[in-house]
């Protein structure tokens, strides 16, 4: 009789340790925005331009923006091979009103972002020039970036 006690003892206490020892699983589950943050991220590789390269207000200058390259980080981007118009060589960034598809640069562009399957479009209104008419940055810009 002693054995069964001892035996239902253990049992009893084993299993008193092993409910403590359970981590509570509610972590809350990654919002919107975090999953957008992760996604333009792009694990920390660049942004080049992809087939369909830039369209500025609906006509091809991916011929401007030779060997393009955009970092997307925690709220911080840097670019290479930009117009200083279109893109600064480095700057901030955050979502507007928390809507994922709408970001807001430190020079004060917003832009739109369409992402899926590694493809980012980013849309967005130039302003200023880059040195004369010819190489001028206002207008709308469509970058269509793959993932390097």
Request: aromatic share 10%; no cysteine.
């Given at each position: 009789?002693?054995?069964?006690?001892?035996?239902?003892?253990?049992?009893?206490?084993s299993?008193?340790?092993?409910?403590?020892?359970c981590?509570d699983?509610?972590?809350?589950?990654p919002?919107e925005?975090?999953?957008?943050?992760?996604?333009?991220?792009?694990?920390?590789?660049?942004?080049?331009?992809?087939?369909?390269?830039?369209?500025?207000?609906?006509?091809?200058?991916?011929?401007?923006?030779?060997?393009?390259?955009?970092?997307?980080?925690?709220?911080?981007?840097?670019?290479e091979?930009?117009?200083?118009?279109?893109?600064?060589?480095?700057?901030?960034?955050?979502?507007?009103?928390?809507?994922p598809?709408?970001i807001?640069?430190?020079?004060?562009?917003?832009?739109?972002?369409?992402?899926?399957?590694?493809?980012?479009?980013?849309?967005?209104?130039?302003?200023?020039?880059s040195?004369?008419?010819?190489?001028?940055?206002?207008?709308e810009?469509?970058f269509?970036?793959?993932?390097?």
């Open positions: 009789m002693k054995n069964i006690t001892y035996i239902i003892s253990i049992l009893l206490l299993s008193f340790i092993t409910l403590i020892g981590k699983d509610s972590d809350p589950a919002t925005l975090d999953l957008q943050l992760t996604a333009l991220q792009n694990g920390g590789s660049n942004w080049v331009l992809g087939s369909d390269g830039v369209l500025k207000d609906g006509f091809d200058v991916t011929s401007q923006f030779t060997e393009f390259k955009l970092t997307i980080g925690a709220f911080t981007f840097t670019t091979n930009s117009l200083s118009g279109a893109w600064p060589a480095s700057g901030t960034w955050e979502f507007v009103n928390d809507n598809n709408q807001l640069r430190s020079d004060g562009v917003q832009m739109t972002v369409s992402l899926s399957d590694n493809n980012l479009t980013l849309t967005f209104t130039g302003a200023g020039s040195g004369g008419r010819t190489e001028s940055v206002d207008g810009y469509q269509r970036l793959v993932s390097e």
